[in-house]
């Protein structure tokens, strides 16, 4: 019983940390272009280079 009272505020505080970080990148934009990498690859770069790659 005494682990409880250890273990409750423990696992509160963990998880209003992870709530603050979820907020913290949907305000800072991390969600913004979920698209744009996933198609940046698919598309060839025009300045690649004389080598070829």
Do not use: T, V
């Not at 005494?2 to 409750?8: A, D, E, M, V």
């Not at 209003?16 to 744009?36: N, R, T």
């Not at 996933?38 to 770069?45: N, P, Q």
């Amino acid at each position: 019983m005494s682990n409880l009272l250890f273990l409750i505020p423990a696992a509160l505080f963990l998880g209003g940390l992870g709530l603050a970080a979820f907020i913290w990148s949907l305000k800072s934009g991390q969600y913004d272009d979920l698209d744009g990498a996933a198609e940046r690859i698919l598309h060839e770069d025009d300045d690649a280079g004389d080598d070829g790659r």
